[in-house]
């Protein structure tokens, strides 16, 4: 059974501030997805990472994929009050079975 | 932008009720998918869609959950004799051979 983790599940950080979201998983996949969902919102794509040591960056968030480590890091930098959301990771099984994992919740205090 | 449309927003049904909860996925994608979430909590996955059969589902997806594409635009989700705990909010989502999946708002669903 594929176990998707993400640490922390809370994160709350102040205005300016650096910090990492980890996501491990239990099985090989050579695909994952980072997904943003404001509060009562739906889920917006931020990040397609589809090999070893992808690394991709928008903005303040960088994400990255060791699939040997079956590792994905979601790196936030000079963190602003408008990040403030859930960030979920999403590992890939095949095209057919996305799995979702806990989420992080992020607050950004001024 | 191509976008993926849920209907109804909200739907409030009886216990042991049927629902249907349909969508439109973006018209060149191939792969369709029902998530839940219930409040506040994880992203479960229902059921994958493809070449118009399921493709994969989750232990979730019992006797109680089935699927249809009843014709080249939408996609169906029925729950039948609903549950208090079936209350969550559902998206569906789709996506093309390599790209992510795009979701859409979502139904919010209270069994009563």
């Known amino acids: 059974e594929l176990k998707v983790e993400q640490n922390p599940l809370f994160l709350s950080m102040q205005e300016g501030k650096n910090y990492t979201i980890y996501c491990n998983y239990s099985?090989?996949?050579?695909?994952l997805y980072w997904y943003r969902q404001d509060p009562g919102k739906s889920l917006e794509s931020l990040f397609v990472?589809?090999?070893?040591?992808a690394v991709k960056q928008e903005g303040r968030l960088m994400a990255s994929l060791d699939t040997k480590a079956r590792l994905s890091t979601l790196h936030i930098t000079a963190a602003v009050h408008d990040l403030s959301a859930t960030y979920f990771c999403?590992?890939?099984?095949?095209?057919?079975?996305?799995?979702f994992g806990a989420g992080t919740r992020l607050t950004v205090k001024p | 932008e191509p976008e993926v449309t849920q209907t109804p927003s909200h739907q409030v049904t009886q216990m042991g009720q049927e629902v249907i909860l349909r969508c439109v996925p973006i018209?060149?994608?191939?792969?369709f998918y029902w998530y839940r979430q219930i409040l506040g909590q994880k992203v479960e996955f229902l059921v994958s869609?493809?070449?118009?059969?399921?493709?994969?589902k989750s232990e979730i997806f019992d006797d109680q959950f089935s699927v249809e594409r009843p014709d080249g635009s939408n996609f169906t989700l029925k729950i039948r004799s609903t549950k208090l705990e079936d209350s969550a909010m559902y998206f569906c989502?789709?996506?093309?051979?390599?790209?992510?999946?795009?979701f859409g708002q979502g139904t919010r669903l209270t069994v009563v």
């Open positions: 989502a789709s996506s093309a051979q390599t790209t992510e999946a795009f």
């Open positions: 099985t090989t996949s050579d695909r």
């Open positions: 990472l589809l090999s070893n040591g």
């Open positions: 999403a590992v890939a099984l095949s095209p057919n079975d996305m799995r």
């Open positions: 018209s060149n994608h191939l792969y």
């Open positions: 869609f493809y070449n118009n059969e399921i493709s994969e």
